[in-house]
């Protein structure tokens, strides 16, 4: 027997850059027993998929050829393309079919090589996020009045780059510290198997937050504490050369999801480089001179990365709004212009469920099957219609409105 198996792959390329690039694409879906939410989110999805192709796409086709006659046909397509601020631009219905036209910004794969996430209509809003304090896990390992504050000082200066950026709602509680036990941070005694901290959702909730940016710094010690000294012994073996004068800098920064209190991200930040004493011309941690010294420059860095990873965790989760309350079909968030939101966008309701055997455990979604459309938005929050009475889907307040 002749077997005979062809491979092919073929690229179909459309804006092969990394620049974004504006782009329409045109999807249907069949209106069943009348229910046009469903059929419109259909062809939305359509649309989406219609886009992802004409950006960027990989088509790769196996043939299996056996005694002449092809026996097996398999095509695979897969599309590394992100999509934002999408908006359906057109809709018409004729019969039972539906045809919506959607418009978005498409870009392809990062220079790094990791595909962006495809985090639809939620990457153009913005997520309100609490950044808490940094405690630092030995503070003796300061030895400096320049760095006692550096658990508050950091944070400081991630709220400042997030809100520069203007991709977040940032809030600052850089006073407030979660963790009782620094060294086993982010795990709690009452339950450590479960690597979730209660108290998460409990601030979240005071401060209107989504999500909740903490950490802890780990290592802010210097390799050779004598390399400073004043003996005469310790100026000879600077002099030589022989002193280590660097200092490290170890920080974990977790990301939670304010709603059930889960990780959502985390990662070790670490950097080492030459240290001066703030008495000697180098200012404290974070202050105006502190990036002028080669130990601040290099940790400037590191705060940098970390703006960058909340930045990128952060896009590709789903944007949520606590439902305040619910009067028939009126419902009314907790969340506004402030976050992007405009008249006409469409939420996606989704009960939370908590069951009496686990009251203290992170509560579960059901989607409701219903949508809600905004036709009031103040800044810090807004209201709209469901496509039925709130009654007879049960939808109460801390039910959650949710855009993917």
């Known amino acids: 027997m002749t077997r005979i198996v062809i491979l092919c792959l073929i690229v179909v390329c459309s804006g092969w850059v990394n620049a974004a690039t504006t782009l329409e694409g045109v999807g249907h879906a069949n209106i069943?027993?009348?229910?046009?939410?469903?059929?419109?989110?259909?062809?939305?999805?359509?649309?989406?998929?219609?886009?992802?192709?004409?950006?960027?796409?990989?088509?790769?086709?196996?043939?299996?050829?056996?005694?002449?006659?092809?026996?097996?046909?398999?095509t695979e397509l897969s599309s590394n393309v992100e999509l934002r601020n999408a908006t359906i631009v057109d809709e018409s219905r004729r019969g039972n079919l539906l045809r919506v036209v959607v418009?978005?910004?498409?870009?392809?794969?990062?220079a790094d090589g990791e595909g962006s996430c495809q985090a639809?209509?939620?990457?153009?809003?913005?997520?309100?996020?609490?950044?808490?304090?940094?405690?630092?896990?030995?503070?003796?390992?300061?030895?400096?009045?320049?760095?006692?504050?550096?658990?508050?000082?950091?944070?400081?200066a991630l709220v400042a780059r997030l809100q520069k950026q203007g991709k977040l709602q940032v809030l600052g509680a850089t006073s407030l510290r979660l963790f009782s036990n620094l060294p086993d941070a982010p795990t709690t005694q009452a339950n450590m198997a479960s690597n979730r901290l209660t108290n998460v959702v409990q601030l979240a909730r005071e401060l209107g937050a989504q999500f909740v940016v903490t950490g802890v710094i780990r290592d802010i010690g210097v390799s050779d504490p004598d390399a400073w000294g004043?003996?005469?012994?310790?100026?000879?073996?600077?002099?030589?050369?022989?002193?280590?004068?660097?200092?490290?800098?170890?920080?974990?920064?977790?990301?939670?999801?304010?709603f059930s209190g889960s990780?959502?991200?985390?990662?070790?930040?670490?950097?080492?480089?030459?240290?001066?004493?703030?008495?000697r011309g180098t200012a404290g941690f974070g202050a105006a001179g502190f990036e002028k010294s080669e130990w601040g420059a290099a940790v400037s860095?590191?705060?940098?990365?970390?703006?960058?990873?909340?930045?990128?965790?952060?896009?590709?989760?789903?944007?949520?709004?606590?439902?305040?309350?619910?009067?028939?079909?009126?419902?009314?968030?907790?969340?506004?212009?402030?976050?992007?939101?405009?008249?006409?966008?469409?939420?996606?309701?989704?009960?939370?469920?908590?069951?009496?055997?686990?009251?203290?455990?992170?509560?579960?979604?059901?989607?409701?099957?219903?949508?809600?459309?905004?036709?009031?938005?103040?800044?810090?929050?807004?209201?709209?219609?469901?496509?039925?009475?709130?009654?007879?889907?049960?939808?109460?307040?801390?039910?959650?409105?949710?855009?993917?």
């Open 263 to 279: 990780p959502v991200f985390r990662k070790r930040f670490e950097t080492t480089a030459n240290w001066t004493p703030a008495g």
């Open 301 to 404: 860095e590191v705060i940098d990365e970390m703006t960058a990873a909340v930045g990128s965790a952060l896009n590709c989760q789903p944007f949520m709004a606590r439902i305040t309350r619910v009067s028939d079909d009126k419902v009314t968030l907790a969340s506004g212009a402030t976050a992007g939101l405009r008249p006409g966008d469409q939420l996606n309701i989704y009960r939370s469920q908590r069951y009496f055997d686990s009251l203290g455990g992170t509560p579960e979604l059901a989607d409701a099957g219903v949508t809600m459309t905004l036709d009031s938005v103040h800044p810090d929050f807004s209201t709209g219609r469901l496509a039925t009475s709130g009654r007879q889907i049960n939808v109460q307040r801390d039910d959650l409105a949710i855009i993917w």
């Open 120 to 156: 639809g209509e939620s990457s153009g809003l913005r997520k309100r996020v609490a950044v808490t304090g940094f405690p630092i896990v030995m503070p003796s390992q300061g030895g400096d009045p320049g760095l006692d504050n550096a658990g508050e000082q950091l944070p400081q």
């Open 103 to 110: 418009r978005a910004e498409l870009s392809g794969k990062t």
């Open 230 to 258: 004043t003996s005469v012994f310790d100026k000879m073996k600077g002099g030589l050369g022989f002193g280590d004068k660097t200092r490290r800098f170890e920080t974990e920064m977790m990301v939670f999801d304010g």
């Open 32 to 74: 069943r027993e009348d229910n046009l939410d469903e059929a419109r989110a259909e062809a939305r999805q359509a649309a989406m998929r219609d886009l992802a192709l004409q950006y960027q796409a990989q088509v790769s086709t196996q043939d299996t050829v056996e005694n002449g006659q092809l026996t097996v046909s398999k």
